[in-house]
């Protein structure tokens, strides 16, 4: 079958993917990206990970000219790894950039359907809560976790997106140019959420495809108490800021009933 990305004009492709102990599975999940979108360089960002997924790293770049690593001194969290990678990338003149996780969960080979809706977007989300979307793997607890937090993103924030929080997706440069990246301050899943919220109210062209997300077999998952609580009080506190800038723009608007002798 032919590679949809090989026609469609969107420029230089660089895929970012955020380590931490992840030396069993980075191998993996690097050759099936290079294997399923050739065209495409990767730079590996890790925190400094102490089970030497660095040297990993490292090994990858040595063997593989495309495959480029940055090290970061401490861990910092998802947000910041990836507002590294993103200056990185802009800098060096890249014009598409895509978010992918290290452990497998996302799937390499549904890349190139992200990046033909491209063609027509600002950013493409790889959605799990939309028709055609899936997980595999996870447990009812997970589902629940996950779809309960879109459903509060969706209501406090006002935004029509089935999977916000979802860590698979691709931008133009030209829209993270647009985002202000300079003062997003969030880390966790949270920062996924803040990047779409932003793209959404800067008026981008946002789409989602179907993804099949599948667990992780090796290693363990990075979700903690800590992530969830930080994505649920910065969500309500953007979501109030938000709905009060609603109510300030009904009131300085002038009801017509006001209007009756007109």
């Not at 997924?53 to 490292?58: I, L």
Request: charged share 20%.
């Amino acid at each position: 079958m032919t590679n949809p990305v090989a026609r469609l004009p969107i420029g230089k492709i660089v895929v970012l993917i955020p380590t931490y102990n992840e030396r069993d599975n980075l191998p993996q999940t690097v050759s099936r990206l290079r294997a399923a979108v050739p065209e495409a360089d990767v730079v590996v960002l890790d925190d400094s990970s102490p089970d030497g997924t660095g040297a990993v790293a490292d090994q990858l770049a040595a063997d593989d000219g495309q495959v480029h690593v940055l090290h970061r001194k401490t861990k910092e969290g998802l947000g910041a790894a990836y507002l590294a990678g993103f200056a990185w990338a802009l800098d060096k003149g890249y014009d598409v950039l895509v978010e992918m996780d290290a452990d497998g969960s996302h799937q390499p080979e549904q890349l190139p359907t992200l990046l033909a809706t491209l063609a027509d977007a600002d950013v493409v989300l790889g959605s799990r809560w939309i028709r055609g979307g899936s997980v595999v793997n996870w447990p009812i607890h997970r589902k629940a976790l996950s779809v309960g937090g879109n459903v509060y993103t969706r209501i406090l924030l006002g935004i029509p997106i089935g999977d916000a929080t979802g860590g698979f997706r691709a931008y133009r440069a030209s829209a993270l140019r647009s985002l202000d990246l300079h003062d997003v301050a969030s880390q966790g899943y949270c920062f996924q959420v803040d990047l779409v919220w932003r793209a959404v109210r800067r008026g981008l062209t946002v789409v989602e495809v179907p993804i099949t997300f599948v667990e992780r077999t090796i290693g363990d998952s990075k979700m903690s108490q800590g992530i969830v609580g930080e994505s649920l009080r910065n969500i309500a506190m953007w979501g109030a800021s938000y709905r009060l800038g609603q109510v300030r723009a009904l009131v300085r608007r002038e009801p017509r009933w006001h209007r009756l002798d007109a």
